[in-house]
């Protein structure tokens, strides 16, 4: 691909843009913030957004912008570790299905339709309530519930690879079956897989703002955006950067998402 | 590509709706709101030409309520959102009246004999049931017995089981023995007379002597009363017809307020009252919950006297007050509401109500806890009030060297793990009370069921008794200051404050009383 086709995709760019500017917040909400994002102050209720505080203050009179930067980084660690932990399980379960097929094949896929058969924010809801609040359990019910969608999109790959006459020659020539799975097959469903990671990370955002919304998730006093967007509710008139702030972070965050994968999509199919 | 753009954006957009959708609040009914503003200031700026403001009869009032009745049965219903409108319906042979005093209702007068075993009830004259039916000494017999048990072996309210005898000396007196003396027992005989015989029918058709008389009853729509033209009260009630309408959620009420299709509603919080403050009358009262951080004396922690009182010093309840009600809760130091002043101790000298986090941090210090404490605050999450008042709490103690966490659970899971299983280490909530000073002091002494904080005082309870006992009044409020007392030097429980109620009224009406207990008065609503 030539460089100068990177600069005409415009998606990428902006995708790039959006999404590595809450990066950048996020991780450095890791370990900075403009003010203590828990600090309270009495005197310093429902202020504006000035220089001094960004996107405003709070019912609690807290910094939103230090606020929004830890909610992201929760996000961020949170969405990641959900595709990580459903990525690899997806390549793991689709290539083993996909490869081999037979009867592990029928089980896997039955029970991946099964886990599709409910709207995925309810069964996190239903996965919380059994192992209980708290970030872990939010990554791992998430994590979990988005396992079939990767599964699916790795073993269509695998069933269409796994003929392919390079695959056949490697088989002829002896090489190991995990090499073929991992090494021959693998770096070749990329192009696709990066796209569902994208939109699995996006989706993931969107479960754990929606979930931290209903007041599972985060807890408070950590900061979230969902959370954030759920207590704004009551100060709609009369701070309404309370909401805009949390709420407009999380379509910046998704359409960035979104933009990202549409550009590698493009980029692709160059 | 353009077109692509577009729908991504709309997408995005889409999914953030669906987010704040969930909800229901704010969004909808803030664009409407304008317009309908500006009509009732108009109405408003006419009515204040009229500047004699008469009282007028008739007419009729929506009143939204949080929750369905349990039972119209008044000896059988127990949750407070069903005895706040029932109120309206029956009257005992006393009733407590808005400054939490006891007056006479059916009864004209009674008197207790020396020992306080023996109560005489006089009946007041004509006093009719909602059927016509003159009050005799028969009805209150047989209510009486009902509700001791000695009609049928269960009694209905627990603290008139120590009723042993009910005998009627003549048509107008009625004489009730009971087996243990106890001064606060009186305000028990505020339990509803209804027609001898009609027990079994009570919940089908409810006939009491209050100020309104039963229409009718839709379960999860609402019940509606209507006038009792004969009520002995001369000049109450001035509405014709009350509506108590069944409202689901506080987002709901807010929105039918703003419709105006109800025209009060008592149960607003700080930031619903900051939106309708131009349309309504806001009124607020001290409300007869007690919010406290419970502290679990059972916890290996919380045993030690010096780190509960750490935590009651590390704590700013001002702040508090101003951050979840808007400055407008009574700060306590007690378990005693503050209306009760006969037998309210002001301690909140004790610990202050501001932060001194000096003091709690040399308790913790000496208590082997230089560095601190870690701190977990249990609190159903159901109630926003409990969980932005832990938030605050959180923050204040960080300073005290106090790392607290909360930990908030489902109302189910905290009454089965919290209030009855004791096992948490603090909770922060509320306790109500009847209106008696001796009821949330009842619940402190060692061996009592309700003390889920495990409080264990043996001189507490040794005076909890004596106060019991105490005939003389000023006698038993030495006796319940001297409780508020220990439980303050014990630090058994951090106090906080005493929310208020804060309800909306339409403009039109005046009237509205507050009580000391959980009720909500119609009779005294009228059309301005």
């Not at chain 1, 008139?237 to 994968?261: D, E, H, K, N, Y």
């Not at chain 2, 503003?37 to 500047?51: N, Y």
């Not at chain 2, 000695?150 to 107008?172: M, Y």
């Not at chain 2, 509803?192 to 039963?214: L, R």
Request: with cysteine; proline share 4%; glycine share 8%.
């Amino acid at each position: 691909m030539k460089k100068s086709s990177i600069w005409k995709n415009k998606y990428l760019l902006i995708g790039l843009f959006m999404t590595g500017l809450c990066l950048l917040l996020g991780i450095l909400g890791l370990f900075w913030t403009p003010y203590e994002p828990t600090k309270i102050s009495a005197a310093e209720r429902f202020v504006g957004p000035s220089l001094k505080h960004l996107f405003g203050t709070d019912n609690f009179g807290r910094d939103i912008f230090s606020r929004v930067m830890k909610g992201l980084s929760a996000t961020i660690v949170i969405g990641t570790s959900v595709v990580l932990f459903s990525a690899t399980m997806g390549i793991l379960l689709g290539a083993l299905t996909g490869y081999f097929g037979g009867i592990v094949d029928e089980i896997v896929m039955r029970i991946t339709d099964a886990l599709n058969g409910f709207p995925s924010i309810l069964l996190a809801l239903v996965l919380i309530s059994i192992f209980g609040n708290g970030k872990q359990n939010v990554i791992l019910a998430l994590g979990l519930v988005f396992i079939p969608s990767y599964v699916r999109i790795v073993r269509s790959e695998f069933i269409r690879l796994r003929d392919a006459d390079f695959i056949k020659r490697a088989r002829l020539m002896g090489v190991s079956k995990v090499r073929i799975l991992f090494v021959h097959i693998l770096p070749n469903i990329f192009s696709v897989f990066w796209v569902s990671v994208m939109i699995g990370f996006n989706n993931a955002i969107l479960a754990e703002s929606g979930m931290s919304y209903l007041g599972i998730g985060v807890q408070p006093p950590d900061a979230s955006l969902g959370k954030m967007l759920s207590d704004a509710q009551g100060y709609l008139q009369r701070a309404p950067w309370f909401a805009l702030s949390s709420g407009l972070t999380i379509v910046w965050l998704v359409l960035g998402f979104a933009l990202l994968s549409e550009g590698v999509q493009r980029m692709n199919n160059n | 590509m353009k077109k692509k753009l577009f729908s991504l954006l709309l997408t995005a957009l889409l999914s953030m709706a669906v987010l704040s959708g969930c909800g229901s609040d704010g969004t909808g009914e803030s664009s409407e709101s304008n317009p309908s503003k500006e009509s009732v200031e108009s109405t408003q700026a006419s009515t204040g030409t009229e500047v004699v403001e008469k009282t007028m009869y008739g007419g009729k009032v929506v009143v939204g309520i949080q929750q369905d009745i349990d039972s119209l049965d008044p000896h059988k219903a127990t949750a407070a959102g069903t005895k706040e409108i029932l109120f309206n319906i029956f009257e005992g042979l006393v009733k407590t009246d808005k400054n939490g005093d006891l007056m006479n209702a059916i009864a004209s007068d009674y008197s207790v004999s020396e020992d306080g075993l023996v109560y005489t009830f006089t009946l007041r004259e004509g006093v009719k049931f909602h059927n016509g039916n003159v009050v005799t000494a028969e009805d209150v017999k047989y209510s009486l017995d009902r509700v001791s048990g000695l009609l049928d072996g269960t009694p209905l309210i627990s603290a008139l089981s120590v009723i042993t005898n009910v005998e009627i000396i003549d048509t107008k007196t009625v004489q009730v023995t009971v087996g243990s003396a106890n001064t606060e027992l009186i305000y028990s005989f505020a339990a509803a007379i209804i027609p001898a015989g009609s027990g079994e029918d009570e919940n089908a058709s409810p006939i009491g002597t209050g100020p309104f008389s039963y229409v009718s009853y839709t379960p999860q729509v609402g019940i509606v009363v209507k006038k009792n033209a004969e009520y002995w009260q001369e000049g109450l009630p001035y509405l014709d017809e009350v509506n108590f309408k069944i409202v689901n959620s506080a987002e709901t009420a807010l929105m039918e307020l703003q419709g105006e299709t109800i025209q009060i509603y008592a149960y607003l919080t700080d930031s619903q009252a900051e939106v309708l403050k131009d349309k309504f009358q806001i009124l607020a009262a001290p409300s007869a919950n007690v919010q406290a951080l419970f502290l679990n004396n059972a916890d290996p922690l919380l045993s030690d006297v010096r780190v509960r009182q750490a935590i009651c010093y590390a704590m700013d309840k001002d702040t508090a007050n101003l951050f979840v009600s808007g400055g407008n809760s009574v700060l306590i130091s007690s378990a005693m509401l503050p209306a009760l002043t006969s037998y309210y101790a002001d301690l909140n000298d004790a610990y202050g109500t501001g932060a001194e986090v000096e003091k709690a941090k040399a308790l913790l210090k000496e208590a082997g806890y230089p560095n601190g404490i870690d701190l977990e605050i249990t609190v159903p999450s159901n109630y926003e009030f409990h969980m932005q008042t832990a938030d605050v709490l959180v923050e204040q103690f960080k300073a005290a060297g106090i790392n607290a966490k909360i930990n908030p659970v489902e109302w189910n899971t905290w009454l089965t793990d919290v209030y009855n299983g004791r096992k948490y280490q603090t909770t922060l909530c509320a306790i109500t009370s009847d209106g008696t000073p001796g009821y949330l002091m009842n619940r402190f002494q060692s061996d009592s069921k309700k003390n889920f904080v495990n409080f264990a005082s043996a001189k507490y309870d040794e005076v909890y008794k004596k106060a019991a006992a105490a005939m003389d009044p000023t006698e038993k409020a030495n006796y319940y200051k001297e409780l508020q007392k220990i439980m303050s030097d014990e630090a058994g429980t951090a106090f906080i404050m005493v929310p208020p109620i804060t309800v909306a009224v339409s403009p039109k009406l005046g009237g509205y009383t507050f009580y000391p207990i959980y009720v909500q008065d119609m009779s005294t609503i009228y059309y301005k």
